[in-house]
């Protein structure tokens, strides 16, 4: 339908895919146990293979931790609007009628196996509870005489994503047996492990495990981590020697080079083929393996990988990896299939796991970060539906239906988790992660019990107070977290000021002799910051308050406050008056975010104002919302470029939530832009076609084509800009992928970037988009839509 281009700048065509995600392993088994399910615990036995690594932090079985606040309310509504009414038959389809509807459709039932128990654990649901016990059984009875529980048929068995399956049954099953004590799944387990370590391994006539699935065997050999914990629980040799296989297989010729690479290079993107879901996956179970041996490189490993994350690759958000990839050094588009939600939920448990084994509290300010972030942005608030790509800005891809997603599984299983790191202990005494209102009823490593309550709508109030209750007078050290945005922090006991110094840990550690009734009151001052972008976000800016980050969201665009005082009002040096605050609303409904930009790159003249959030907003008692100054990019009807519109900004946890886009990074005022050239372009095409989008706006959801029903033997997309401008690089990014074309034809060529160096003169070839896939006229080479090519030019070129 198309082919070559011309010249086309920054051109997004793109539409967003709703659908599906990925997620990662299990961080959790310092122990197994069986229940003894009573008034107050389930109590674990020890496992047969005591760790020789003992953790920093506890694992916290979820019956100990019960929070009611903002966190508490979405861990409540996962349990009683994803997991319970999820629907069991569907579950266990695959493996009743194999092969399953999709190539790994196996692993739902063990992610929701996994997820289930923390949950009932937590909430006690006799309902959910039923359905746990049934779900397991049904499974078991699926496996087959050899072992197999998979849901590919034999001859196809050991390929694409049947270890995987393997792996999260293993994951769920023995989840589920160490807090059930039912011993049947434990022999199903058993039989599973031994059936893989029968059929993957070096020995003659055994099929090589880096070949028996995809993403350079990351995705198979990511069954290190239940493996390690089935070695620790029946302490049968022959799980830890398969681990070893694994370690070994890694870095062979064909293998992802995993730890080498993450002990050299230290870079992640350079691990395997970079995709980071299956590698977070194979790091947790190389921490389970350090964790139970002591093999100190392994962690190193780990904490290489996580500090170039940390410094390279990680969203403002806490979302990493886009196209499911780890990329170049701050390669971070905002919208290109950015934020997979497996990856989310990966990346989470990866820092649980640091975070025991380590103790330091800068793995706990992660956890805060993409738990009150992305976590929850990936969340429907109403805990019923998850995103797949949860971008930095568009429409939230909420969906309920399993069919083609792999993060709607992935997602609930994050959230159950929240419970076991949260409020904790270790070796002084007691720790507190997150803030949450709620109760945690913990036992000291000498037996002592507390209760901890605590009082809070943090992080809408930066009030937090906390009761001390031990069961008896008691000397321990509470440890607070002072998250790093927060430079202001008081403490006071028993209304008495201590010092707030942080120890070598991270944590700020108050140590007395502890009395029933003690009272904590932690003061985290919550105040806006004002991020200015670069790389990617060149020219833009986005607005952190405490630890949330916040997105304008087009459903406020222009509702200001009518308090004449508040952030609608320009400061009194304004050298133009404010248009009346009806004009400004009207303003703003007749234009969208992609016409908005902040008034000012200093948050000093944004009028920063917190607010109650309205209905649609108001998600649970605390919600905010908040305004800032905003002016217009473009003239509109009746309104001029730069005429003030209010901004809206809500955590991004709510952002979209009521079906409206939503941006995080946003422009600067014209003037002040130094991002995308074309930004304010006047675009055109060689044909109008049936799409009156943008191919500048860097919205990937607005997009535009030629088609008009008729064959061409070119076609090409423009922008042209009243002014020269010095250009470096150019990004492509495919917009839609319909059934009978939206893509070039590279047959004849690949698409040819051109531009005008006068403004009357003629388009000139300065590149080729070389990385462009090997289309033809009828095959879209699996382009689906929304991928993207940066082209720099051998030198910048005056167009």
Not at 144 to 159: I, N
Not at 344 to 359: D, I, K, M, S, Y
Not at 734 to 749: C, E, L, R, S, Y
């Amino acid at each position: 339908m198309v082919n070559r281009a011309r010249g086309f700048l920054q051109t997004r065509f793109m539409s967003v895919k709703p659908g599906a995600i990925k997620l990662g392993s299990a961080t959790l088994l310092a122990f197994f146990c069986l229940v003894t399910r009573n008034a107050a615990e389930i109590s674990p036995v020890p496992e047969k293979v005591p760790p020789v690594i003992a953790d920093r932090q506890d694992f916290q079985v979820p019956d100990r931790v019960h929070l009611t606040g903002w966190v508490g309310q979405r861990i409540q509504v996962n349990e009683a609007n994803r997991l319970v009414k999820m629907d069991a038959e569907r579950l266990l389809e695959g493996y009743r009628k194999r092969p399953g509807r999709q190539s790994w459709d196996g692993e739902h039932v063990g992610k929701w196996l996994h997820a289930a128990t923390l949950a009932w654990l937590n909430t006690g649901d006799p309902a959910l509870r039923e359905k746990l016990d049934y779900i397991a059984a049904e499974l078991v009875k699926c496996q087959m005489a050899d072992g197999y529980l998979g849901t590919y048929v034999e001859q196809k068995r050991w390929r694409s994503w049947d270890v995987w399956a393997h792996k999260y049954n293993l994951i769920g099953l023995l989840t589920y047996v160490r807090y059930t004590g039912n011993m049947e799944a434990l022999d199903c387990c058993r039989r599973m492990a031994d059936l893989v370590c029968n059929t993957l391994g070096e020995e003659p006539g055994k099929i090589d495990i880096i070949k028996s699935g995809p993403i350079v065997g990351m995705a198979p050999t990511s069954v290190l981590e239940p493996m390690m914990w089935l070695y620790r629980l029946t302490a049968e040799p022959r799980y830890l020697d398969f681990c070893k296989y694994i370690l070994r297989a890694w870095e062979q010729p064909n293998g992802p080079k995993i730890i080498s690479t993450l002990l050299t290079s230290k870079r992640v993107h350079e691990v395997g083929d970079g995709k980071a879901y299956e590698m977070l996956s194979c790091l947790n179970g190389a921490l389970e393996f350090y964790r139970t041996t002591g093999e100190r490189q392994l962690l190193q490993a780990g904490l290489n990988a996580w500090q170039d994350i940390m410094e390279h690759r990680l969203y403002l958000t806490g979302a990493s990896s886009y196209w499911e990839h780890f990329h170049g050094d701050y390669d971070l588009p905002n919208n290109n299939n950015v934020g997979e939600t497996c990856v989310t939920v990966t990346w989470l448990e990866f820092n649980a796991q640091l975070l025991r084994l380590t103790g330091e509290a800068r793995f706990a300010n992660q956890l805060e970060h993409v738990v009150l972030n992305q976590l929850l942005g990936a969340q429907q608030c109403d805990g019923a539906a998850w995103g797949y790509y949860v971008q930095m800005e568009g429409r939230k891809p909420y969906t309920s239906t399993l069919d083609g997603q792999c993060c709607l599984s992935s997602g609930p299983r994050g959230i159950a988790l929240i419970p076991t790191f949260a409020v904790t202990t270790d070796a002084d005494g007691v720790v507190v992660n997150l803030y949450d209102a709620g109760t945690a009823l913990l036992r000291l490593h000498d037996q002592t019990s507390v209760r901890l309550t605590t009082e809070t709508q943090y992080p809408g109030n930066e009030q937090i107070h906390i009761t001390v209750e031990p069961s008896k007078s008691k000397a321990f050290a509470v440890k607070l977290r002072i998250p790093p945005w927060c430079p202001r922090a008081t403490v006071l006991v028993n209304g008495r000021k201590v010092p707030t110094t942080v120890g070598t840990d991270g944590y700020t550690a108050v140590r007395r002799a502890w009395k029933r009734g003690d009272q904590i009151s932690l003061r985290l001052k919550l105040e806006p910051r004002l991020v200015v972008g670069d790389h990617m976000n060149q020219g833009k800016a986005a607005i952190m308050y405490g630890p949330l980050a916040l997105a304008a969201d087009e459903a406020l665009l222009g509702k200001a406050s009518r308090d004449s005082s508040k952030s609608t009002r320009l400061p009194a040096s304004s050298p133009r008056p404010s248009p009346p605050l009806e004009e400004r609303e009207a303003a703003a409904r007749r234009w969208s975010l992609n016409g908005i930009a902040v008034a000012a790159p200093k948050l000093s003249e944004l009028e920063f104002t917190p607010e109650p959030a309205p209905e649609g907003f108001k998600t649970w008692p605390g919600a905010q919302v908040f305004r800032v100054r905003g002016v217009t990019r473009k003239p509109i009807a009746g309104v001029k470029l730069g005429t003030p519109v209010p901004i809206g900004l809500v955590p991004f946890a709510d952002a979209g939530g009521t079906g409206t886009r939503y941006k995080v990074w946003l422009p600067l005022p014209l003037e002040l832009y130094r991002g995308n050239l074309l930004l304010d372009a006047r675009e055109s095409r060689s044909r109008e076609g049936n799409l009156s989008g943008s191919i500048t706006d860097e919205d990937f959801e607005t997009a535009v084509t030629t088609f008009d029903g008729k064959p061409a033997e070119e076609d090409w997309f423009a922008a042209e800009l009243d002014q020269p401008a010095m250009v470096k690089r150019v990004l492509f990014a495919h917009g839609k992928t319909f059934p009978d074309g939206g893509w070039f034809d590279a047959t004849v060529g690949k698409p040819r970037i051109q531009m005008k160096q006068a403004k009357d003169g003629p388009w000139e070839t300065v590149a080729e988009i070389a990385e462009y896939p090997p289309t033809t006229s009828k095959d879209s080479a699996e382009m689906d839509g929304g991928e993207s090519v940066i082209c720099t030019l051998p030198a910048p070129v005056k167009a």
